[in-house]
């Protein structure tokens, strides 16, 4: 049985009706209120309440709602969410789901909506006082949860992957996958597209209208490139943060992918587009990608590798193979 079944047969949500291909919304059964304020994704089982903020996953609303006999039918997530696909693991999907009971209140402090936050599966590891973003492949299957800490004053690299101690699976190669990917895969419709680098801009952009994946890192990578080229897309934007490692990443990309429309550059004294208002954001007019290699390109050691060897594609590509 569905979990829509199991809700709709119980009676116990008010206005319970499908919105879209995967949501259901009803009235809140966690606040008093007559507007259907209470969204369900039907395909993961997680929920979320616009209006008191209480949030969880499937076997906390069955339970709360006294069909907990039911929980142990549904898988977590939905079989046809997580596709045919072989490296993910549901101790992953549990650890997800834990952390997803937790919205983070310092992502909502600056600006992100509870709907986006929710979309992304973005939750609180409070015991490890991390903010987690799940990390799906292309095909939608979740493969890696990467935490970044709460304050941003600490030493080191913001964001840490969760080790295969922690969740049972070991960190994804990053470069084999192109974040949110898959939401764009889905959406099916030709649209632009902006590639940037980090999880937070790539959300920020998702938010304000914008078709967005990203890197992960701050340059494009072979497989991320295939990927790219399998999405529905009209145009493709470059999105590089707003300092040298934006740069020199732009540069190598640009180099090696000559697939790109245009390059957005984000104007001082801002660093990437989660900096930025929509209205903002508007404002920016892309640059044609060999304008701006002239104004704004770094020569790194990549680059130089790149021009002094290498010149055909074919033993770049063999190149990139072996250094990933
Ligand atoms: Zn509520």
Known sequence: MDLYGILEDSGQLDKLRRSGPVNAVAVCPYHS????SFAINLNTGLWLCYACGARGNSTMLLRDMGLGHYAGRLSPIAPEFLRDDDDTDPLLEDYVLEAFRMCPRSLLDVGFSMEVLADFEIGYDRHRRKITYPI???????IGITGRAMTDNTRGPKYLPYGEDEVGIPYPKKSHHLYNAHRVLDRGDKDDILVVEGFKGCMWL??????????????LSLHQHDILMNLPHNDLYLVPDNDTGGREGATVTLQRYPIFDGVIVIPDPYNSPDDMSLAEFRELQPLNPILWRDQYGIESKHTRDDEQGARSLEERIRQEKERW
């Open 206 to 219: 998702e938010m304000l209208g914008y078709s967005s994946t990203s890197m992960m890192t701050n340059r």
């Open 136 to 142: 799906r492949n292309n095909r939608g299957g979740l």
């Open 33 to 36: 209120d007559s507007a259907p």
